[in-house]
């Protein structure tokens, strides 16, 4: 009697282990983690801040997301070519870069185990490409993911980026890269500004953004206040902090 009871009550202890968690996820999955209802954009801050802002729009920090269509171009790689790399315990792997009939840039990824499987993808974003590096996505499921080769700008050629990403340890290339890798989950938290997340099953991901570049907010703080009462005291001074 005594033996049932403690494993019945030792039952309803790992029940609530595994619920518990699934509980909390189930109430918190679609609730942001922050909100970005302060943010104002970099144009507000331009209409008091003229002189900054034309210098701003000229940086890095506001080209640092582009997308590509036919009509705008801001990839800077030598294309049209075919490119081999090795990386790790992978096999070498071949992605052939080339352009669409439409005049889409595009990369095809080569299964190295069997070269008869291959998958094409269109670019539709850079990042970067103004100092060091260039890297490339293309759209999958509404989020965007890194292509396996960024050109170096420091060398002219172009560089692996994680190849596992899209390959397997034997060479196989995987149906779609994983979710916690995509734009949404791993870039948009530095390269946007007023981000606003929510939890998934693999981690956090971008519901919004005030903001896809890095603008003025990115370094001084919400601009809400300081829009309301330019004159008070109350925007972020980095040149400030310790």
Partial sequence: MIKRIVLGIGSVFLMLIFLLPLLWYLANRNSPVQNNRDYVGSTACGECHQKEYVSWAKTAHALAV??????????????????????GDLPEVTVRLEKSAKGLHQATLIDAADPT????FTVSRVSGGHVCKQRFYTKIDGDYYPLPMDWN????????????????????LRKRPFKMIAWGSMCAGC????????L???????????????????CHGPGAAHTADPEGVNIMKPTDLA
Avoid: M
């Fill in 200 to 218: 998934g099953f693999t981690g956090y991901q971008k519901s919004e953004s005030k903001e896809r570049a890095i603008g003025c907010e990115k």
């Fill in 191 to 198: 390269h946007e500004t007023g981000v606003v997340t929510t």
């Fill in 153 to 172: 700008q420091r060398i002219d050629d172009w560089v692996p980026f994680r190849l596992s990403f899209w390959w397997k340890k034997d060479g196989e």
């Fill in 66 to 87: 582009q997308d590509v269509t036919k009509d705008k171009n801001p990839i800077i790689g030598q294309w049209d070519k075919t490119l081999t790399f090795q990386e």
């Fill in 117 to 120: 499987r291959k998958s094409t």
